[in-house]
């Protein structure tokens, strides 16, 4: 096995996509730290991978944290003597239009989606430079097309896209690999816990989960692109076409978009 005791990272791990990846991941025999700032959660993750024989090491952290990121990679250095793969999955959504956002609420989808990543990524580098290993960053179609109403996580996504690819070109003679996943509608608690303008979580999502692709899924895709060493995956078939239309009738886009979006529940435009 290409992956047996192969040393993972995984940030916000302790649901959805980042819990599926540690599954699989630690499933394939890689050693797995995953990450969360629950408590709670981050033991019941722990236990469900343990459980399956599972080698894991759970560090409360907050993305956001430059500290808590740095702890972590050491924390992993500690535990299992190195790193091989990074994935930046941690993430949290918005949903406001721009005029009603408190700003406090965009800088925090950036302080976590973004600079999490960069943090995370500028504290395992060095070791990821030894094992010539991977760095993924779970990204979203919205890296390539944004959606109203999404301002913050938009922004964030194509900041992660743009700094990626400057890293990958930056260290393509070293040896390392860096992955952008980008996938599409997953059925996971992200709407659940997107933020409103005001900064509370909206409870709810607007959208019918049982539709989407399943975390597991996606979670399969980031595995075998690791082992492939892609540069990059866009996720859906839906989210394949709109990445193809808005590279070649990018104003064509903006209307279907709107009307797209429109139809959510509650959408805060019509
Ligand atoms: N679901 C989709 O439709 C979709 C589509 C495209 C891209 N994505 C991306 O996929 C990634 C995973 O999202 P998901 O859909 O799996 O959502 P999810 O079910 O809400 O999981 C998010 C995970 O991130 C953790 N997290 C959130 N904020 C964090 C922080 N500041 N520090 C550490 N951990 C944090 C959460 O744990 P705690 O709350 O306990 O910290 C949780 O484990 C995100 O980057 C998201 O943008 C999702």
Redesign the pocket.
Known sequence: MKLKDKVVII????????EACAMIFGQEGAKVVI????AE?LQHTKDKLEILGIDVLGVL????SESDNERMAQAALNKFGSIDILIN?????MRALFEDLDLSVFHKVMD??FW?TVYATKYCLPEIFKSKGSIVG?S??NGYRGTPARTAYTASKYAMNGFFESLRTEVMKRGVHVLVAC????A???RN?ALTAEGQSQGESPRDEGEMMT?EAVAKAILQAVLKRKRDIVLTRQGKLAVFLNKWIPGIMDGIVYNHMAKEKDSPFK
Do not use: C, M, Q, Y
């Not at 940030?11 to 980042?18: D, E, F, R």
């Not at 952290?61 to 956001?64: K, L, Q």
């Open positions: 940030t916000g791990a302790t649901s959805g996509i980042g990450t969360g700032r629950n959660k952290a907050d993305a956001a999955n941690a993430g949290i959504s976590t989606n999490g779970v979203s179609i996938p599409g509608f997953t996971s608690n992200i816990n975390a």
